[in-house]
């Protein structure tokens, strides 16, 4: 059964992320009040949960103007289009426990025909499984000033308070892009993420245990890179790398004799996986609890879609993997402000986007990655931010960790780190 929430926009202001006080989508001949309709996740909804507090955050995204409102407001907008972030809390009869859930919605067109907007909430709930902690996917440069591929990694964390095993978790990076929409059909997203690469620890459940603050390094190549790249560090003592078998003999990966290597579970290269490093995808992990073999057969994805260029328009199809949402332990959508579209994986896994560099093809970007926020120290080690929000969770344009923790190269001019944080902005 659905529970439909009808919320009138205007009323008390809970604080306006603006230069002023007034909003500036509100009144003229050209305004709105839209009608929200907001359906309750079933668990909830089944048991009579009623929302008790509720807050609601609407971006222009022509103006990027954001401001707050309570709950059961009315507000008056013009027409336009908008992000929308409902958040809230939702009591049970018999429950002591108040749930809270999300809901969020990008690019929803208001206008006088279509005013209502129909939003369904997931239940907000705390993670137990890993978190990335970091993702450096620009690389560095060499002294010449050309890109240097190999040294980026992602970082995973045991934000927990017990020990988790990174058996059987995957590391997944998003087929589509951030930077480039188009009407997907059939449109899956808010049951699976299209994925292009799965690459997946091994173990037999309980051989990488990893304690209440620690983490993984999940390299590209295990080598000490300052060997090919004086601006680059050591990762021959990484944990995991991702290696691929090419089949293009001008572009063979290398094998770390030191770094055990991820089981490759799919990609789409014919040579070797490297980060994209401008930033436009989303990575994720995810326990997939069937066998490769089985996976691999049964769960792809064919859709279509129009590309629209001056010669005119023109039908595509393709077909991808798939893992579904309920699989996916974490995610981080990456971009740059001058050219985001849109997140490419469901709001209830991310809600915002972290970034490196301002510009496509920014040459500050290199040396640089986005490294989750650190919230306050728990017996010596850090706590972070994990709300499922990675514009809020994650600091973003940070020098790699590697390079602080290592004191090594931070920029083409060879200047070194001397400085160490937690988290790419807090000092330690």
């Given at each position: ?37 907001i359906t309750l996740p079933a ?259 064919t859709f279509t879609y129009d ?122």
């Amino acid at each position: 059964m659905k529970r439909i929430l009808y919320l009138f926009l205007i009323g008390i202001i809970l604080g306006i992320t603006a230069c002023d006080d007034t909003p500036q989508d509100v009144g003229d001949n050209d305004s709105i009040m839209p009608k929200f309709e907001i359906t309750l996740p079933a668990n909830l909804d089944s048991l009579g949960g009623k929302v008790t507090s509720a807050t609601i955050e609407v971006k222009n995204v022509s103006t990027g103007r954001t401001t707050t409102y309570a709950g059961e407001a009315d507000v008056s907008l013009k027409t336009g289009l908008y992000d929308f972030t409902y958040t809230g809390e939702v009591a049970v009869p018999g429950d002591s426990v108040e749930h809270r859930i999300t809901v969020f919605s990008q690019n929803v067109e208001l206008t006088h025909s279509n005013s209502t907007v129909k939003l369904t909430a997931f239940e907000s709930n705390d993670n137990d499984d890993f978190i990335i902690s970091e993702v450096f996917f620009t690389g560095t440069l060499q002294p010449s000033g050309n890109q240097y591929y190999g040294d980026d990694y992602i970082k995973i964390y045991n934000n927990t308070d017990h020990v988790l095993y990174a058996d059987g978790l995957s590391i997944l990076e998003s087929y589509f892009l951030t930077t480039q929409k188009y009407n997907y059909t059939p449109n899956i997203m808010n049951r699976a993420m299209t994925v292009q690469a799965i690459y997946t620890i091994p173990g037999n459940g309980h051989d990488h245990p990893v304690q209440p603050g620690g983490e993984l390094r999940i390299v590209d190549t295990g080598i000490d890179h300052r060997v090919a790249n004086p601006n680059s560090f050591d990762l021959s003592d990484a944990d995991f790398e991702w290696y691929d078998v090419s089949t293009m003999p001008a572009h063979l990966d290398i094998d770390s004799p030191t770094v055990p290597n991820l089981d490759k579970w799919y990609c789409y290269t014919l040579s070797f996986w490297v980060l994209h490093n401008r930033g436009f995808k989303a990575w994720a992990l995810a326990r997939i609890p069937i066998d490769k073999a089985t996976y691999l057969k049964n769960y792809l994805y064919t859709f279509t879609y129009d590309i629209v260029l001056e010669a005119g328009s023109f039908p595509m199809s393709q077909t991808k993997y798939y893992i579904p949402n309920e699989w996916i332990v974490d995610a981080v959508n990456c971009s740059v402000a001058s050219n985001y579209t849109w997140n490419v994986t469901d709001p209830s896994l991310d809600r915002g986007w972290s970034y490196c560099g301002n510009i496509d093809k920014d040459k500050t970007r290199y040396f640089h990655s986005v490294r989750r926020k650190m919230l306050y120290l728990k017996d010596g080690h850090p706590v972070l931010k994990d709300t499922n929000n990675s514009t809020a969770d994650f600091n973003p344009y940070s020098i790699a960790s590697e390079i602080e923790r290592k004191h090594t190269v931070m920029n083409v001019d060879g200047t070194k780190c001397t400085t160490e944080t937690w988290d790419g902005v807090t000092p330690k």
